[in-house]
């Protein structure tokens, strides 16, 4: 079946670590890759997002993501946590010839001071 | 206006009881998106509208769900006879238009409880 996995659930790190959000996609064909991020009462923000070409993008918030085809993956990665990121991040794709965000189930981050 | 607003915030209501959600989308923006946020669950997609078209209504749950849309403005979501399942997070997004490189903006959020 079709879906989007983020096998963490919850991940806790330590400011200044560095961090990585695993997502990986299960679709016939490469489709358009996003991440958002939903802090505490607040709505979603994108964070960065694939569509083609350079595999790694960079996006806000200093966070950047790979794409990695022969993985199914777009891993979210960040060299040094702030407390400040301290949120849920949500893995999502639009398939190319639809309209639709699928989302994964989500990862929550918390960081300790 | 500055950005996607909901309303209420948060809504309580009984088993049984018809509740409207309401969306104000960015002004201009003609894509209209609503999902479903279930507790410790990611988004599930309901349905969208392109203008006051909403060519794909696949993802709503029951026929209890509906929604319409003024032009290209405020859209509701209805859920009749609501159900405790029913409870979650709806969230409201808008875009410039459908295709996936225009990036869509989230509202807040409506919470329903519904005891």
């Known amino acids: 079946a079709q879906s989007v996995t983020q096998p963490d659930i919850h991940i806790t790190v330590s400011e200044g670590a560095s961090l990585e959000l695993r997502c990986n996609y299960s679709y016939g064909a490469t489709p358009y890759l996003f991440w958002y991020v939903q802090s505490p009462g607040q709505g979603l923000q994108l964070l960065l997002k694939?569509?083609?070409?350079?595999?790694l993008v960079q996006g806000i918030k200093g966070f950047e993501a790979e794409f990695k085809r022969s993985q199914s993956s777009f891993n979210l990665r960040k060299p040094s946590v702030h407390w400040s990121d301290a949120a849920e991040y949500f893995c999502?794709?639009?398939?190319?010839?639809?309209?639709?965000?699928?989302f994964g189930t989500g990862t929550r981050l918390q960081v300790f001071p | 206006g500055a950005g996607v607003s909901q309303s209420p915030s948060n809504k309580v209501t009984e088993k049984g009881k018809d509740v409207e959600l309401r969306c104000d989308p960015i002004s201009g923006h003609t894509a209209l998106y609503w999902y479903r946020q279930r507790l410790g669950q990611g988004l599930e997609f309901l349905i969208y509208f392109q203008g006051n078209s909403a060519p794909d209504k696949s993802g709503l749950p029951s026929d209890r769900f509906s929604a319409e849309r003024t032009g290209e403005s405020v859209s509701t979501l209805t859920i009749q006879r609501t159900q405790q399942e029913d409870s979650a997070v709806y969230l409201c997004?808008?875009?410039?238009?459908?295709?996936?490189?225009?990036?869509?903006?989230f509202g807040p959020g409506t919470r329903l409880t519904v005891l």
């Open positions: 999502a794709v639009v398939l190319y010839n639809t309209d639709k965000l699928i």
């Open positions: 997004a808008s875009s410039a238009g459908l295709r996936a490189n225009n990036e869509q903006f």
């Open positions: 694939y569509f083609s070409g350079d595999t």
